[in-house]
C-alpha cells in the first residue's frame, strides 16, 4: 500500500494491527506516514508511525464490498435465520419443517402426556 492510497474511513489490517482498524486520519512526515485509527471491535485508538516497508504490509478492505457471493449459500444462510426466528416465536413451527402435516390441536395431547 502506498502513502497515497491511505485516507479517511478506510479499513485496513495487517501484522502491525491486532485487528481490522478504521482510518480516522493520516499526518504525512517525510518518509513515515502517521495513521489515527480505532479498532473495529473493541474500538482502541491505534497512532502508529509506519515507513514504507510497514505500509508494504498492510491490506485495505475496498471502498465498496463487491456482490460476487455465491447466491445459493446467500439462500441458505437467510433461510436459516428466517426458520431460527420463526421458531422463536413460534417453537411449534420446527415440526413442521420436517415434512409431517400437524397442526397445534393434534400437538396439545402429546405435549400434555410428557
Known sequence: MKKQDL???LIISGP???????VMMTHDMGDLVKVIGKGLRSEKFYDPLLDADQLDTITAS???EP?????IRFRLGIEGLRLGLAYEYDP??????DGLIRCRTNLRPFTTTF
Not at 67 to 71: A, I, S
Not at 92 to 97: A, K, P, Q, T, V
Open 16 to 22: 502491525i494491527f491486532p485487528e481490522p482498524v478504521q
Open 7 to 9: 485516507k479517511a474511513n
Open 62 to 64: 475496498p471502498e465498496r
Open 92 to 97: 411449534y413451527f420446527s415440526l413442521s419443517i
Open 67 to 71: 456482490f460476487d457471493g455465491d447466491p
